[in-house]
C-alpha cells in the first residue's frame, strides 16, 4: 500500500496566516475546522498555544481561545493539562455511504452542478498556477502523492486525491486561494470522491493524476488546467449518475 504524505507546508502556512483587521473568533474557528475536516491538520497533531496561535493569526489571545472552546464543543480538538499537554486536533470519524448518500439525495441537481463547477474552475486555475511556480521539489512531493492504479483501498484513493489538490492548491503561493480549496475540500471534497468506488473511475483518476503531475513539471499550463477539468467533469458526471440513482 503506497504511503501518503501530508499536505504541502505552504498548504498548512496558509491555515495559520494572519486574519487581518476583521478578524474575530468565529473566523479563528471555521478556518480551523475546515483545515480538520479537509486533512490539512492531522489527527493527534498539536496545535500552536493559545498565545503562539494569536500571534500567527494576527488577533487577541482571547479570540484565539474563544475560537479553541468553540472547536472543542464540536468535537475537532481535544486540550490536555499538565506537562506536555495543550490542544490536539481530533479527526472526525470520515462519512459513510449512508450519510454521504445522504447528503447527495438533498442537493438538487442544479446546486450539485453549481458547486461541481466552482470546484473544478478554481482546482483549473490552482493547476495553472502551480505549473508555472512549482519547482524540482515541488514536483517530487506530489509524486509522492500518487498511487497505484490497481490500489483497491477506497478510503486510500479519496485522502490521497484530497492530497494532491490541495498541494497543487499550495503551489500557487497563494494563502488565500489555498484556504479556499480548503474550504472546498471541506464542503463538497467528499461527495465528489463518491465516484472513486468504481475500479474503472479509479484507473482513469491515476491516469490523469499522472498526466496533471507530469504537465506541471513541464510547466505546461494549459495540459495542467485541462487534467483537472477533465478529472472534476468526469466526477461530476458519475455523481450525477449517483444522484439520479438516490431514492
Not at 496561535?53 to 487577541?60: N, P
Not at 472547536?71 to 493539562?81: D, E, H, K, N, P
Not at 483518476?205 to 513541464?218: G, K, P, Q, T, Y
Amino acid at each position: 500500500m503506497a504511503t501518503v504524505r501530508r499536505p504541502a507546508t505552504r498548504a498548512r502556512s496558509a491555515i495559520f496566516a494572519p486574519l487581518g483587521d476583521e478578524g474575530r473568533a468565529v473566523r479563528v474557528e471555521n478556518r480551523l475546522a475546515e483545515a480538520i475536516r479537509s486533512g490539512v491538520l492531522a489527527d493527534g497533531e498539536r496545535l500552536p498555544s493559545e498565545p503562539e496561535l494569536a500571534a500567527m493569526l494576527g488577533v487577541a489571545t482571547v479570540t484565539a481561545r474563544e475560537a479553541l472552546v468553540a472547536l472543542r464543543a464540536q468535537g475537532l480538538v481535544t486540550t490536555t493539562r499538565g506537562r506536555g499537554g495543550g490542544s490536539f486536533v481530533t479527526q472526525p470519524a470520515p462519512s459513510g455511504p449512508a450519510e454521504l448518500s445522504s447528503r447527495l439525495a438533498s442537493m438538487s441537481r442544479v446546486e450539485l452542478r453549481d458547486r461541481g463547477t466552482i470546484y473544478g474552475v478554481i482546482l483549473a486555475g490552482c493547476a495553472e498556477l502551480a505549473a508555472e511556480r512549482a519547482d524540482a521539489t515541488d514536483i517530487e512531493g506530489l509524486r509522492d502523492l500518487l498511487i497505484d492504479r490497481d490500489e483497491t483501498d477506497v478510503g486510500l484513493w479519496r485522502h490521497a486525491d484530497s492530497e494532491l489538490y490541495l498541494s497543487v492548491a499550495a503551489l500557487t503561493q497563494s494563502a488565500r486561494m489555498t484556504r479556499e480549496v480548503v474550504r472546498l475540500e471541506a464542503d463538497f471534497g467528499a461527495l465528489l470522491r463518491l465516484p472513486l468506488t468504481d475500479p474503472d473511475f479509479r484507473v482513469a483518476a491515476a491516469s490523469r493524476h499522472r498526466a496533471l503531475v507530469d504537465a506541471i513539471e513541464a510547466h505546461a499550463s494549459d495540459a495542467a488546467r485541462r487534467c483537472v477539468r477533465m478529472h472534476v467533469a468526469d466526477s461530476l458526471e458519475r455523481l450525477a449518475d449517483l444522484h439520479a440513482a438516490v431514492p
